[in-house]
Each structure stands twice: as structure tokens, then as C-alpha cells.
């Protein structure tokens, strides 16, 4: 029996690095899971790798898109008790070089997409009495940075909307329970563009970079297993860090 047997979830950004080590491990422990992503090949080629996945394209700023998803996930599996909001972009501006496009695009999929997908996932899981939304925030939101103005400021939001849900949802007695994870530097296509567009303009900060820890996807995926399955049933407003202390050490945690 696995840990989230027969369980349905939706991941999205689900074609790719977090979403995706998140989308096997769920599989792994026997959920049905729908890879949701604006890059329709590589998810495509994704679901067709995972047993009892399958992919579906979803622009997650498209707020109908959410509605239409999730009824005919509703439609066809008849529940959704899983959500994992993971899609989500990067630019590296401080808040001087934040143009209103930077600002716009991070907080568009972000923000914005992490808010209609938890509207939509609680307005389905309320119905049914219960359901996990695990939202994919980031260190960013504790320590800020001075290259991530808009993507802190976003993954913020996501940490302060995760919280608002989860005590409407206790309060109400709705049964779904709301959270966010909190990863430090992990090895995906995002982190590697990001250290790819600091080597190309900073060789000293480079230098520093490859000597600071990095955790691997499965690291965050183990955390999305742990809050997506009943095991956490009492876990509902918590924001969980997987970042190897990074965020309570003074200096940078070096790579061993
Ligand atoms: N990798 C890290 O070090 C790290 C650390 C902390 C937090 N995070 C967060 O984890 C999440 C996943 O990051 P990752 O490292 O796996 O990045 P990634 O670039 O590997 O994957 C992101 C996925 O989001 C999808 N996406 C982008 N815009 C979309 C849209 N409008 N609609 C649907 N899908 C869209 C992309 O196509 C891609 O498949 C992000 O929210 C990121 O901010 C990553």
C-alpha cells in the first residue's frame, strides 16, 4: 500500500524539475497524477515515462483554464485531493532593473497563478470535504535577495496566501489543509539557467556559487509526499524549509 494510495493530484509546472521529481514520487506511492504545464512536449514525454500519469496543458495565468481543469479532473476521477502549485518563473533584476514586464511575468505565474489555482482547488476539495494544496514558495520569501526583487516578493505572497487558506479552511471546517514549501537552491533547469546567467556576468560571484550547498529535487519531492499524504493530516498553515539551514546560518553552508 503506498503512502498516497488511490489519491488524485495535480501538479503543475509539473513538466520540469520540482513538479516533476514531485510528480514521480507521488506516483511511486500510487496516486494518479496530472502533469499540468504550459510546455506541452516535455510533459507530454514526462506523463508518457510515469505510470498512471498524464498531461494536460494549463497556462496557469489563465483563470478559466484552472476552472475548466479541475472540473474535468473532477469529471473524470471524481475528486482532486491533491494540488501542488509549482509552476514559476525567475528573473534576475534587484528592484532597480524591475522593469514593469519582469515584475508582471514572475508575479503572473506565481502570484497569480498560485491564487486561481488554490481558489479553484478549494472549491472542489470543500465540496468533498477534504484535500491537500502544497504550494511552492521558496527561501526567497524569508530572506529576500538583492537579484530576486520580484520573485521574492511573489513567493511572499504565495507564503502569506498558504496561510490565509489554511486558517479560513480550519476555521470553516472545509477539511483542506493549506501549505508551503520553502526550498533552498535546488538542482533543476531553473537553478542552472540562474548560475548560468551569473557565471556569463560575474566570474567572482561564480567562484563563491559552486562553493554553496544545493539540494536535489527529490529532497523537496519527499516533503511534497509527506504534506500530500494523510500522514500530515495535522499540518495545515505550515511554511516547511528544505534548505540544509541555509536560512538560519550566518556566511553561506558549504558544499561538502
Ligand atoms: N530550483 C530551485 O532552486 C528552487 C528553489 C526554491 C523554489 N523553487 C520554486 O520551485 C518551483 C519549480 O521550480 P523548478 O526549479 O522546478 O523550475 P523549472 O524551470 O525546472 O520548472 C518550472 C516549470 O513551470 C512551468 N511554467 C512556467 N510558466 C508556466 C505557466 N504560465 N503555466 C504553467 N506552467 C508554467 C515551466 O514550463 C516549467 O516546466 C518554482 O515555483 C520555483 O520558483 C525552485
Redesign the pocket.
Known amino acids: 500500500m503506498g503512502r498516497v494510495e488511490g489519491k488524485v493530484a495535480v501538479i503543475?509546472?509539473?513538466?520540469?524539475?520540482?513538479?516533476?521529481?514531485s510528480a514521480r514520487r507521488l506516483a511511486q506511492e500510487g496516486a494518479t497524477v496530472v502533469l499540468?504545464?504550459?510546455?506541452e512536449e516535455?510533459?507530454r514525454a514526462a506523463a508518457a515515462e510515469i505510470v498512471g500519469a498524464r498531461f494536460e496543458r494549463?497556462?496557469?495565468?489563465v483563470e478559466a483554464q484552472w476552472a475548466a481543469l479541475l472540473d474535468r479532473v473532477i469529471a473524470e476521477h471524481g475528486k482532486l485531493d491533491v494540488l501542488l502549485?509549482?509552476?514559476?518563473?525567475?528573473k534576475l533584476a534587484s528592484i532597480e532593473d524591475t522593469t514593469e514586464d519582469i515584475w508582471r511575468l514572475v508575479n503572473?505565474?506565481?502570484t497569480d497563478?498560485t491564487f486561481y489555482g488554490c481558489k479553484h482547488a478549494l472549491r472542489v476539495m470543500k465540496a468533498a470535504g477534504s484535500g491537500s494544496i502544497i504550494n511552492?514558495?521558496?527561501?526567497?520569501s524569508i530572506q529576500g535577495g538583492p537579484q530576486i526583487f520580484a520573485?521574492a516578493a511573489s513567493?511572499s505572497a504565495i507564503r502569506g496566501m498558504t496561510k490565509s487558506i489554511a486558517v479560513l479552511s480550519a476555521q470553516e471546517g472545509y477539511g483542506v489543509r493549506c501549505n508551503s514549501v520553502?526550498?533552498?537552491?535546488?538542482?533543476?533547469?531553473?537553478?542552472r539557467?540562474?548560475q548560468a546567467i551569473v557565471r556569463a556576468n560575474d566570474p567572482e560571484l561564480a567562484q563563491g556559487m559552486d562553493k554553496i550547498w544545493?539540494?536535489q529535487?527529490e529532497d523537496?519531492a519527499n516533503t511534497v509526499l509527506f504534506l500530500a499524504s494523510d500522514e500530515s493530516r495535522a499540518i495545515n498553515g505550515a511554511a516547511l524549509v528544505v534548505d540544509n539551514t541555509t536560512t538560519i546560518t550566518e556566511g553561506v553552508v558549504p558544499l561538502h
Do not use: F
Open positions: 503543475t509546472g509539473g513538466a520540469s524539475g520540482l513538479g516533476l521529481a499540468a504545464d504550459i510546455n516535455q510533459g494549463l497556462d496557469v495565468t502549485n509549482s509552476a514559476g518563473v525567475v503572473s505565474v506565481g497563478g511552492m514558495c521558496s527561501t526567497a520573485y513567493k520553502h526550498p533552498g537552491n535546488m538542482d533543476t533547469p531553473m537553478l539557467g540562474v544545493v539540494g529535487p523537496v
